[in-house]
């Protein structure tokens, strides 16, 4: 079945440091893909999304490529706040009403 | 205004006790969810319905029951609460298949 796998965290990274955040899926067909960011005590929130191969989403300096060639979602952001840290959490969906989420990397920001 | 609100924020009771937690959208999608997120922030599904039927029913107890009385509400009774239900429980909606879901701001759910 379709799944997907992101880097254990925690990521402790200093202010104004590079994110990457590595997520890489298996599915059937032409997933679309998302990262989704929850800050705490909150719910999901939409990060970003790309519908096809090749597809850059990218929202708030984040930024992530959707490359079928390697079944890669990777997370980027260049210079990273304190504000960023939270949960960030990949996902995919094959054409169906089922989601399928990644176990989830915090993010953590020091000033 | 809110996009998917759910009620009560936090619930906390006795283990064997009857809860109910509900969720409401007013963004006109046809597909809410319910989640269900572990103490390590493992997000799984448990119930979907697409205008008020049930589309998706994962492994979950019988002691789980969704009713959806219209497509803009989607609730979730639990009966006989153990203490491996406690964990956040989170309502979602989309519009069409592979849209981005939209979720509620969780209802944190603690069993003594």
């Known amino acids: 079945g379709d799944s997907v796998t992101q880097m254990e965290g925690p990521v402790t990274l200093s202010e104004e440091a590079f994110l990457t955040i590595n997520c890489t899926y298996t599915?059937?067909?032409?997933?679309?893909l998302f990262w989704y960011v929850q800050y705490p005590g909150e719910g999901l929130q939409l990060l970003l999304k790309?519908?096809?191969?090749?597809d850059k989403g990218s929202n708030k300096g984040f930024e992530a490529t959707y490359r079928k060639e390697t079944t890669s979602f990777h997370l980027e952001k260049g210079s990273v706040q304190v504000s960023d840290s939270a949960v960030y959490f990949c996902?995919?969906?094959?054409?169906?009403?089922?989601?399928?989420f990644g176990t989830g990397t915090r993010l953590k920001v020091l000033a | 205004d809110t996009a998917v609100s759910q009620t009560p924020k936090y619930l906390v009771t006795q283990m064997g006790n009857d809860k109910s937690i509900k969720c409401e959208q007013n963004?006109?999608?046809?597909?809410m969810y319910w989640y269900k997120q572990d103490s390590k922030k493992f997000l799984k599904i448990m119930f979907s319905?697409?205008?008020?039927?049930?589309?998706i029913n994962e492994t979950v107890p019988n002691r789980f029951s969704p009713k959806s009385p219209d497509k803009a509400h989607l609730n979730l009774h639990i009966n006989s609460l153990e203490l491996g239900d406690s964990a956040v429980y989170f309502c979602?909606?989309?519009?069409?298949?592979?849209?981005?879901?939209?979720f509620g701001d969780g209802t944190r759910l603690s069993i003594l």
């Open positions: 979602a909606s989309s519009q069409e298949k592979s849209q981005p879901q939209h």
């Open positions: 599915a059937t067909g032409y997933p679309s």
């Open positions: 790309a519908t096809k191969a090749d």
């Open positions: 996902a995919l969906s094959s054409g169906t009403y089922k989601y399928i």
């Open positions: 963004l006109g999608h046809d597909t």
């Open positions: 319905y697409n205008n008020k039927e049930l589309i």
